[in-house]
């Protein structure tokens, strides 16, 4: 009986241990120093708007 409530409870928190820590890189990556950001700010990899 233990091990049929048991399997379901720790499939939940092994699922949400994962997505806490998907979501914790996601943020840490996007708010990161500029150093370790991807993006650049003074040189956008694509110029909307512009018809040059």
């Given at each position: 009986?233990?091990n049929?409530?048991l399997?379901?409870?720790?499939?939940?928190?092994?699922?949400g241990?994962?997505?806490s820590?998907?979501?914790?890189?996601?943020?840490?990556?996007?708010?990161?120093a500029?150093s370790e950001?991807?993006?650049n700010?003074e040189?956008?990899e694509?110029?909307?708007?512009?018809?040059?």
């Amino acid at each position: 009986m233990s091990n049929n409530i048991l399997a379901p409870v720790a499939s939940l928190v092994a699922g949400g241990v994962l997505a806490s820590a998907s979501v914790v890189g996601l943020v840490t990556t996007l708010t990161s120093a500029p150093s370790e950001s991807p993006a650049n700010v003074e040189s956008p990899e694509y110029n909307y708007g512009t018809t040059e």
